[in-house]
């Protein structure tokens, strides 16, 4: 995933924070699994219909925020994550500076 822009980071951030309730919590559990996370996974674990968890899946994805580490398996982007959240607090830090 490539982000090109001070503006696309800014509206990736704003919807890490806006992520609806199931995208929230399939992404807290993919974040907090040692190990990557298949679908079915997240079915049983979650209470979650099967094509709720593909549609969710499939969206956090192609936001950048996991990633597919093989067929039907996912991990959390750590890298993207943070970098967003460090470009964040930079752009806080100047706001406070003036």
Known sequence: MVVNGT???FDKFDKLLRL???ANRV???ILTSPRPVTPKE???NL???ENSVWKTVRRLESDGFIRSVERGEYEPNFGFI???LL???QE???ALEK
């Open 20 to 22: 609806r309730d199931t």
């Open 92 to 94: 806080l830090i100047k």
């Open 42 to 44: 997240l079915i049983d």
């Open 82 to 84: 943070t970098a967003l």
């Open 47 to 49: 209470g979650l219909t």
């Open 87 to 89: 470009f964040k607090v």
């Open 7 to 9: 503006e696309e980071l």
């Open 27 to 29: 992404l807290v559990y």
